[in-house]
């Protein structure tokens, strides 16, 4: 019987799409799906009899997610690989030691068969052998914060091809022992400080798909973009006043910018420099506090050239 706390997920950056690597850096997880769907389609109709005909297997589909905590070196794989290298700054805070780096979103592909860099994933389920999966984009990722967790962070994957290969021994970074953690976490609305929120969720979505091709293979050819960038923001809120919700009637665009921290200079920044709500839904759902669930989405700022930054103080720069 295999036992979901003895798995591990090793990962690899690869240097062209889809040629595996050793994934060499370990990262502890609270769960994942990585799934092998197989398409199937009908040849036949008119058979002679009630009974199902056979059918034929099609296209091989491999997604799904990675669920962790915002360790504070461990997401900065997750940050590279949703945002892409393109637009990747790095500064230099203590010499050898300490770098912030910025992600805006790339501004191009990286190539015509993977729109961002490429991953390889060992996923160990504690059944003899692992599962080796290759030319992984990430698609989709979330950043989310409430009380009493850590910064929760959802990474979902297309991949191109699995194999199983030998288990390997993961390595988890151990400095810092913790991630960061819901009690650092500050926000300031429209340049001031904001207490109302209790709960906040970015989501940073690709909109990418596997695409299939007649190149005498089930795997997916490449993997495009189905349509632009998608920043949205979601969250609950406190209703003390109606500052906010006059904000949503009047549909005014505001700067959001939150940030954690651990010891030691470890810092996450997400700065979205035009939010606007999409929906407010006041209520009352009895003797209860009156609590608000919005949506919002963040625009393009020409300043910027982008819809959101995010920054890492880390001990790494070679993500």
């Known amino acids: 019987m295999g036992y979901g706390t003895l798995g591990h997920l090793n990962l690899g950056k690869e240097t062209t799409w889809a040629a595996s690597v050793n994934p060499d850096y370990s990262i502890e997880l609270m769960n ?25 297997p099609g296209l091989r589909r491999i997604e799904g997610d990675m669920t962790t905590w915002g360790h504070p070196e461990t997401i900065g794989h997750f940050l590279n690989a949703a945002l ?24 191009s592909d ?22 080796r999966y290759q030319g992984g984009v990430l698609n989709r990722l979330v950043l989310a914060g409430q009380p ?31 991630p960061f ?23 940073y979505d690709n909109q990418l798909e596997g695409v299939p091709a007649l190149n005498n293979s089930d795997e997916i050819a490449r993997i495009r973009r189905r349509g632009p960038v998608l920043v949205r923001v979601a969250g609950t809120i406190e209703f003390l006043n109606r500052t906010e ?28 420099p035009r939010v606007v709500y999409t929906a407010f839904p006041l209520g009352q759902a009895g003797r209860e506090r009156n609590l608000v669930s919005f949506e919002g989405k963040a625009l393009h700022h020409t300043g910027s050239g982008s819809p959101i930054k995010v920054s890492l103080t880390t001990v790494r720069s070679n993500y």
């Open 32 to 56: 994942e799906t990585l799934t092998l769907a197989r398409d199937r389609f009908e040849v036949k109709n008119i058979i002679g009899r009630l009974t199902e005909p056979d059918d034929v």
């Open 84 to 107: 892409g290298q393109g637009s990747k700054t790095i500064t230099v805070v203590l010499s050898g030691s300490l770098w912030t780096l910025a992600w805006m979103p790339s501004p």
């Open 110 to 131: 990286a190539s015509s068969q993977n729109p961002l860099v490429s991953y390889t994933a060992e996923v160990f389920r504690d059944v003899t052998s692992s599962d």
């Open 148 to 178: 009493n967790q850590d910064l929760r962070v959802t990474a979902g994957w297309i991949f191109k091809a699995t194999s199983s290969i030998a288990k390997a021994v993961p390595s988890f970074p151990t400095s810092p022992a913790f």
């Open 181 to 203: 953690t819901w009690d650092t976490f500050s926000l300031s609305v429209g340049g001031a400080a904001m207490d109302l929120v209790e709960a906040l969720t970015v989501t």
């Open 245 to 272: 919700y006059t904000n949503f009637v009047n549909q005014t665009e505001q700067r959001f910018v939150y940030s954690l921290f651990r010891a030691n200079s470890f810092q996450i920044v997400v700065d979205l």
